[in-house]
């Protein structure tokens, strides 16, 4: 029986993998992390003092930008291994929690997205960037999500960047007008980031080349479901890990 925290368990994703958590035979849910409900049975007001109350094997994360990374190393501090939906962490983040999970011998699995149907799109846009040699990559989220680009689509341009660097046609210092028009550039590609009502965490990659296009998109709805599967499928895959393993797509055989 693999022992779980749950860090965000009363927000919108983390409360639907708490209860699905809860309902599994295999999963056992012992404590909960919330600032606004601590005190409740079970839910305490840092990763720290969860983590010293009821002994967990595995940390889940699904709090904020802000929050993200000191959740992260008190969990590996206390030698638990983590399973990171939250966004906000950067490359230098991640080799940092890379470098201390495997001082303290144990695994994290961080995604940007942890639906099923995001990773096939990262896979997908993977073999896709062998053969086309220009993309670029939108982001859409909700008006209120503070953190940009977003976790989906920075990791998407970092996957593709291990492949290839997309070609520019023309450099960004030799563009006339503001160079924030152009986006951000992550791993060689450029992102924009649209923030606007009705948009949970959108991701849009267009490769073209002469004469044609291809676009990927995944859209999910207003529902944590698509990331409650893939969030357990981690858990149960991060006990027998050592070290960072970046990306739900990884895990898929």
Not at 141 to 160: H, I, W
Request: aromatic share 4%; glycine share 10%.
């Amino acid at each position: 029986m693999t022992r779980v925290c749950v860090a965000g368990i009363t927000g919108w994703t983390g409360s639907a993998v708490a209860a699905a958590i809860d309902a599994a035979d295999d999963l056992q849910l012992v404590s909960g992390v919330s600032r606004t409900a601590a005190g409740q049975d079970g839910v305490y007001a840092t990763v720290a003092e969860a983590l010293e109350a009821k002994p967990a094997d595995v940390l889940v994360d699904f709090t904020s930008a802000e929050a993200v990374k000191d959740n992260v190393h008190a969990a590996l501090t206390a030698g638990v291994a983590v399973v990171v939906g939250s966004s906000g962490l950067t490359a230098l983040d991640f080799e940092e929690i890379d470098a201390r999970a495997r001082d303290a011998g144990v695994g994290v699995i961080a995604a940007g997205n942890f639906s099923l149907l995001a990773a096939l799109l990262i896979r997908s846009a993977a073999e896709i960037a062998r053969h086309v040699a220009s993309w670029e990559i939108i982001d859409y989220a909700s008006a209120e999500k503070p953190d940009v680009p977003s976790g989906t689509s920075r990791e998407l341009a970092e996957r593709l960047g291990e492949v290839r660097q997309p070609a520019v046609a023309r450099p960004l210092e030799t563009l006339q007008g503001p160079v924030e028009a152009r986006g951000v550039s992550v791993a060689g590609a450029q992102i924009h980031s649209v923030r606007l009502p009705s948009f949970v965490v959108s991701t849009e990659i267009v490769f073209g080349a002469p004469g044609e296009r291809l676009v990927l998109r995944h859209d999910p709805n207003e529902s944590p479901e698509p990331y409650v599967a893939g969030t357990l499928y981690a858990v149960r895959a991060v006990p027998g890990r050592v070290g960072l393993t970046r990306g739900l797509d990884a895990l898929l055989a």
